[in-house]
């Protein structure tokens, strides 16, 4: 039984994509076969056809494909954390995309949950990350890669000094945006497991022989009729089309709805009058790494700034050190720079990742003395 529905799944699709192929070969040869007097008149008509079966492809494919759900969901505030996702999760839902803010939140992250401890060296201004070993949380897939990438490819399997994050972004450009860019897959990897958008199924490869009909009416129309502007209104409506289904997205009904609390988290954020500066330490320091991945770096300050609360969580206590500022433009500079280097000057610039085995500095002091 199993047998004959596989191969009648095999035999309809091999029986579709025939007909399309028959469709395109049709549309390839007909041009030539009409009379040249009748030729203008059928491309006339074949061109408002056109028109309309692409504005009614996308009303169909907006609706179907891209609106996003319909919910009950009418407040105005949030006054906590709508859900408790990692930073990176959290930025690819608001976005659909892994951006370097995302990454950065994520490093506080690590930092704010004592995964990662920072160090001062106390023969110089630098700081270190170190490694916390006694570490027994759980680390999602793109933190996991981060404590690799630092620990690992950039430091001695212990620690690496900030100083180091920035001079690898030069010396090892390519390398260092190498590391960058596999993070993010591995982001893009783990989201698609969480289901936080619909998949769009066979849309583009559906919607395949339409392209193809259409950038042949584009050659008929300039070749054949010599109607150059038509042509290249049809070519960008074409081009625009095929941007557009690759990339809109749609959260499931479950995410978008947790989307519409985190859009009402952020009004809240930014209410002037808020009473998030009431939190304690841990909800202060969850704040800080939410705002970076949501871009409200300033707002997040105005209510530190309020904050007695402010000395029992490592990432805050990186804050008053200005850790946190130093941290956060060594990695902006290292991402932006490795990108600029790899993509512009040295696109052969794949480094060293060989381990260094010595300690950099063994006369530390922990910002933090709580595990």
């Known amino acids: 039984f199993t047998y004959i529905i596989f191969n009648d799944i095999i035999f309809n699709r091999i029986e579709v994509c025939q007909m399309k192929l028959l469709a395109i070969l049709i549309f390839l040869i007909f041009p030539f076969l009409l009379p040249s007097s009748i030729l203008e008149p059928a491309f006339s008509a074949i061109n408002i056809f056109w028109f309309i079966v692409t504005i009614v492809l996308y009303i169909y494919i907006y609706i179907t494909k891209d609106r996003e759900y319909k919910t009950n969901y009418k407040e105005e505030f949030e006054y906590f954390f709508p859900s408790n996702r990692n930073p990176e999760i959290l930025g ?164 978008n709805l947790e989307h519409l609390k985190w859009k009402a988290f952020i009004r809240y954020i930014k209410k002037v009058d808020n009473k998030l500066h009431e939190m304690d330490s841990e909800g202060l320091a969850k704040l800080c790494v939410y705002c970076k991945v949501l871009k409200l770096d300033k707002e997040f300050y105005k209510i530190y700034n309020r904050s007695r609360n402010i000395n029992d969580n490592q990432l805050l206590i990186a804050i008053n050190e200005d850790v946190i500022s130093y941290l956060d433009k060594a990695l902006s500079r290292g991402i932006k720079y490795s990108k600029i280097a790899t993509n512009i000057f040295y696109s052969k610039n794949k480094g060293s990742t060989k381990i260094i085995r010595r300690r950099f500095n063994d006369d530390i002091t922990y910002i933090y003395d709580k595990e």
């Open 92 to 255: 690819f839902l608001m976005t659909g995309d892994t951006k370097e803010r995302f990454f950065i939140a994520s490093v506080f992250e690590l930092i704010r949950k004592n995964a990662v401890r920072i160090a001062r060296a106390n023969n110089n201004k630098d700081y270190i990350l170190i490694q916390n070993n006694k570490y027994r949380g759980n680390l999602s897939k793109g933190e996991f890669y981060i404590m690799k990438w630092l620990f690992h490819y950039l430091g001695n399997d212990y620690e690496v000094p900030l100083s180091k994050i920035t001079e690898d972004s030069k010396k090892n450009s390519g390398f260092f945006s190498y590391c960058y860019h596999e993070w993010a897959n591995l982001v893009e990897v783990d989201a698609a497991g969480l289901n936080i958008f619909e998949s769009k199924g066979s849309l583009f490869t559906d919607m395949l022989v339409y392209f193809i009909i259409t950038f042949l009416l584009v050659i008929y129309n300039a070749t054949l009729l010599n109607n150059i502007a038509l042509a290249t209104i049809i070519l960008v409506i074409n081009t625009a089309f095929i941007i557009y289904t690759n990339t809109f997205i749609k959260r499931t009904m479950e995410t």
